[in-house]
């Protein structure tokens, strides 16, 4: 069984290395196969030459590199990404150290007991949470995962809004293509959608950290995008 993660960045010089280093040491303590494919949005801060820096160390079959002009979104990064992966599994998460690969064993382990098709990291579960949150963005969180878990019956998931899961291939290949939302709506439709098409889902308690370098990509328009995108799935699903 192989592993696949896709890792979208903009702005991770800093970053890149450290998370690469952490699933590089998790995957081989592990004896699991993978790769990672870092998907980078022309970063001005030339997170593409670290990547490459890491490339030329760690060999083409385990960092594989997209490099895209301009910065195109989250969603079309995951399928860019996807058409590069090599593996029979999945993974996306956030390059900025927000997810630790620690938990992505439990992950397997969840998927390989139960077969789900997905499985999510999750911060609304018990042993779940959040560190180096301050209450405006916390409220922030559980005020738009609360809204879309009211309007969207997502059945038994609990973390709409994140964005660290691990997936089968095939799950994400069929998924993926229907998703026309942006930003942190995206998330939120992959799980709506996945349930339409009876897809099982697992979850696992995550503690998601806020970042430690760069600056946060949460802002006025991305929530606005989120709002969009949920008043937009609550009447076409």
Sequence with gaps: MKYSVILPTYNERENLPLIFYMLHRMFTTKALSFEVVIVD?????????????LQEVYTKEQVKIVSRK???GLGTAYAAGLKECT???VILMDADLSHHPKFIPQMILKMNAQDYDIVSGTRYRKGGGVAGWDLKRKITSKGANFLATFLLDPGNASDLTGSFRLYKREALEKILPQVQSKGYAFQMEILILAKKAEMTLGEVPITFVDRIYGESKLGANEIFLYLKGLIKLFFTT
């Design 87 to 89: 593996g029979e599994r």
């Design 70 to 72: 301009g910065k195109l």
């Design 41 to 53: 949005d022309s970063s001005p801060d030339n997170t593409l030459e670290v990547a490459k820096k």
